[in-house]
């Protein structure tokens, strides 16, 4: 099996910077179309950000674009994203998740096979 485990989270303010990290065990890695999404309580997981197997092609929620940055380091089995100039409505727990079919829609949860268990983002006013 494949396990993910997400780090970098913590409470910062508004405006300020955060990278989130995602390290990949248990299988392959570089084949993998990695995804990050983010859940507040009560409400139901987003899509924040994903990238191909290479890196070479990214995606990006419009609430995130030119903000948020995410990479992938095949080397190193992690996948990080950069967050910039936070918002509080960025607050949420964030996920890290691996498709191992490659096909699917990157946008939506059920593409992915694997995640990990999150990790607190809180940003104040």
């Known amino acids: 099996q494949v396990q993910l485990v997400e780090s970098g989270g913590g409470l910062v303010q508004a405006g300020g910077s955060l990278r989130l990290s995602c390290v990949t065990s248990?299988?392959?890695?570089?084949?993998?179309?990695m995804g990050w999404f983010r859940q507040a309580p009560g409400k139901e997981r987003e899509f924040v950000a994903a990238?191909?197997?290479?890196?070479?092609?990214?995606y990006y929620a419009d609430s995130v674009k030119g903000r948020f940055t995410i990479s992938r380091d095949n080397a190193k089995n992690t996948v990080y994203l950069q967050m910039n100039s936070l918002k509080p409505e960025d607050t949420a727990v964030y996920y890290c998740?691996?498709?191992?079919?490659?096909?699917?829609?990157?946008?939506?949860?059920?593409?992915?096979?694997?995640w990990g268990q999150g990790t607190q983002v809180t940003v104040s006013s």
């Open positions: 990238i191909s197997w290479s890196g070479s092609i990214t």
């Open positions: 998740a691996a498709d191992e079919g490659g096909r699917g829609t990157v946008l939506y949860a059920r593409t992915y096979n694997y």
């Open positions: 248990g299988r392959t890695f570089s084949s993998y179309r």
